[in-house]
């Protein structure tokens, strides 16, 4: 059974409940006042009833002329009751069905006995002295075709309205029904044509509810899939550029030894070298960043002292700043903190290879290291060329490279970064990129001094 037919079922079960709760309790009310009613009104009557008998004795002196005239006793019940009732001789007959007159010592005197179960009196009176008891039955006994008739007359409305109730629960439930399950038909085609593939529909919803909400979160979900659609097909074609440069310029060099055309001499074989060196370079960095992404790449976290892995790694790239005609300025107090010194080291030549690459000629590099009490914050500052402001945020996406000032001669693939965003997010960090106050790039990272690895280190 669908959810459609389930929800109408529901609600339909639900207000049938609720109209025939409210039905029985209206019967049931109306049952209860009637009666109070019809009760209330023939006590109401007999009182009056019993006033009249009470003059007419006092006028009399006995009961003689009911006996003579029984009718008469029909006649002051039609009087002291309602005078809007018709056919006064037809009431005659009733009082006498159901009235009884009993003397002061309570012998009957005139009308058919009423059982003591259903029995009421009232007392005639002239002044403080009982010459007489009208005794009646309860309503039950003594309803008439009038209050039958209106019982039916309310009977037939209830039913009426029930069966009013019944259709209107009919079309709400149905409407309902299909008001909550039209969004979900909806995000059920939505979601065959995301696992189809086709990432770029969409759902818009103005509904403010949790479905509403869910369809957002799935157009989201759409997004961001088509986002990673786009982004692994710039990936492949990207790979298969930087993949496709390297080898072509090795199939050059091979075709050219082989016609004789270069000879085969140091340098020729420094060019292959060196191109086999890049080649090598960008593999290592695709499974590095494959390995990350994948949360594979392996970690081993001891207490590494920041500032020493710092001064190693810019010792290291100084003779290849120097001749280049880069100055390289340090500002690394003691710090230590919880890492893998082999990833860290990795993550620091990696900035500083890419401060080298392109910062031009002259320039200045400077890595600065200062406590932000349960941090440690890196900053490296260079010089130009600067970055777009529109290419800041992709700095650290894949095979990303700044065309205006880098080039494939002078740069890498447009790994490094992405591997370092890894490496800084695995160590629990932050790393951001943005405009330096010397006129080129600024790469800011803060790093936990207390940091128990990553989750998904194996």
């Not at 005639?124 to 007359?153: C, H, K, N, T």
Request: proline share 5%; aromatic share 6%.
């Amino acid at each position: 059974m669908g959810i459609r037919n389930k929800l109408f079922l529901t609600f339909l079960g639900t207000f049938l409940l609720l109209i025939l709760a409210a039905s029985a309790f209206y019967y049931l009310s109306f049952e209860q006042s009637l009666s109070k009613y019809l009760d209330e009104r023939q006590q109401a009557q007999v009182e009056r009833l019993a006033d009249h008998l009470a003059v007419l004795y006092a006028q009399r002196g006995s009961w003689d002329f009911l006996l003579r005239d029984p009718r008469q006793l029909g006649r002051l019940y039609w009087l002291a009751g309602d005078r809007n009732q018709p056919d006064p001789r037809k009431i005659d007959r009733d009082a006498h069905r159901h009235l009884q007159l009993l003397t002061a010592d309570k012998h009957p005197l005139l009308g058919p006995p009423v059982a003591p179960k259903f029995r009421r009196k009232v007392a005639i009176r002239i002044g403080d002295q009982v010459v007489g008891w009208l005794v009646y039955p309860d309503q039950e006994a003594i309803r008439d075709s009038m209050d039958r008739r209106f019982q039916e007359r309310q009977l037939r409305f209830m039913l009426w309205m029930t069966l009013i109730g019944l259709a209107l629960s009919l079309l709400v439930s149905w409407l309902l029904a299909r008001h909550f399950v039209a969004p979900i038909t909806a995000l059920s085609r939505h979601t065959r044509q995301l696992r189809e593939g086709h990432y770029e529909a969409r759902l818009t919803s103005q509904r403010r509810d949790e479905l509403g909400e869910l369809i957002r979160h799935v157009d989201s979900l759409a997004e961001r899939l088509d986002q990673g659609q786009q982004a692994r097909q710039r990936w492949f074609s990207d790979i298969a550029h930087e993949l496709r440069t390297p080898l072509a310029v090795l199939r050059g060099e091979l075709e050219a030894i082989q016609d004789d055309v270069r000879p085969m001499n140091k340098e020729t074989i420094s060019t292959l070298e060196s191109e086999v060196r890049h080649l090598t370079h960008l593999v290592s960095d695709l499974h590095d960043l494959a390995l990350a992404d994948a949360g594979n790449l392996r970690y081993h976290f001891t207490r590494v002292d920041l500032d020493a892995l710092c001064e190693d790694a810019v010792d290291a790239v100084r003779p290849a700043m120097q001749r280049h005609g880069l100055t390289v300025l340090t500002t690394l107090p003691p710090a230590t903190l919880s890492g893998d010194p082999v990833r860290l080291r990795q993550l620091l030549d990696n900035l500083l290879h890419n401060s080298l690459k392109y910062t031009d000629q002259g320039g200045e590099v400077q890595l600065v290291l200062d406590d932000e009490q349960d941090h440690w914050r890196l900053t490296l500052n260079d010089t130009a060329p600067g970055v777009p402001e529109d290419a800041l945020p992709k700095l650290f996406d894949h095979l990303f490279r700044v065309e205006s000032s880098r080039n494939r001669r002078t740069g890498g693939a447009g790994l490094g970064l992405a591997i370092c965003q890894r490496i800084v997010e695995a160590h629990g960090g932050t790393i951001t990129a943005g405009h330096s106050p010397l006129g080129g790039l600024r790469i800011t990272i803060r790093l936990p001094k207390d940091h128990h690895g990553p989750r998904t280190d194996r």
